[in-house]
């Protein structure tokens, strides 16, 4: 055979992995190799799944409900879905325009395939999530980067500013991944206002609305006006609200068209998502587990905590997070311009076993962040060796 690079497409040539999930493996092999290791990578609560949920989930076994379901996902849980975003997100939503997928990362690039085309832009704020970025351009759209200024929130001016005739999508990440900023309702829809009546589709990526702090709410752009309603795909998942991110149950709210389109695609690449995992995420939305609100106050007393170590590192700053679990921590001092944010965070795993995500996965260098979804032990730990880390420099 030829070299079978070249045969590869040029899709598959700018491929790599998440690079997160390659983070977080390689701190787990070190650890599994005997090394102290503290790994503040994790992008997933800590805690077990709720027990309520396993037990539907076994139940669901038990009763034989292991065949192929609809494409979109069982008609209960998408009911049940539907109910969440009326009650909750104040998103007026019928169950037909629901559609559950393999969680909210597969239902975010199929996102991008039924909606991109070659030289269409998808504005995207950074720091970000880099599988916005990578969807994107396996879509072959164009990812638009708008770095924002600290406190990092996503504002109606940014967006307009970066608006062309090839605007396809707009991303809108609140609370954010990795800064856990907190786009202001006010804010939302000054940004809404800009779209209205243009062709671009919001796709509003909601997956860490359960952890929000300081008393503040999550607001859902999809519930400000019909209108914006109809540009907007809000995306959700069972991963980080019931700890459950290996289940793999995400869901999607849009228009009737779209929804079906959904579950086309779905008909042809997932044959839907494992109906085992939809009964326990029946479960887990139908009856939400009481220790729902213990582990958001339990993130909120970690944060506080992180902020607090914080403090202590004059080489580090962080702007406070409203939401999700991370801190996205600006080390241009520590750098001082000797290297680069990977660089650094490589050599602070490999010097003090410690595990941090670098900037350069958010498009954003010389920061890094970390993820207080660990035991407090852990997050003490954690800075204490990162202080020294610095101190021994
Ligand atoms: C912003 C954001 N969206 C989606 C996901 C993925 O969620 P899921 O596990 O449902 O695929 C993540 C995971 O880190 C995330 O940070």
Known sequence: MKNQEELLSYRAKFLEPSPMLSLNDKAKQLKEQGVDIVNLTAGEPDGRTPWSIGKAAKAALDLGLTHYTPPGGVKELRKAIAGKLRRVNHIPAAWEEVVVGV????????????????????LIPTPAWGTFIEQARLADATPVLMPLKQPFVLDAETVHRNLTNRTKILIVNTPSNPTGSVIPSEELKAIAGILRGRPIHILADEVYEQFIYDELSHTSIASLSKETRQQTITVNSFSKTYAMTGWRVGYAHTTPLLAQKLSALNSLTTSGTCSIAQYGALEAITRTPKELERMTKQYEKRRNLVLEQLGKISLLSAVPPKGAFYVFINIKKALNGKETSAQWCARLLEKKGVAVVPGEAFAFPGFMRISFAANRGQLRKGLQRIREFLREE
């Open 103 to 122: 969680g909210a990362k597969q239902v975010l690039s199929a996102v991008f395939q039924l909606l991109c085309e070659p030289g269409d832009e998808v």
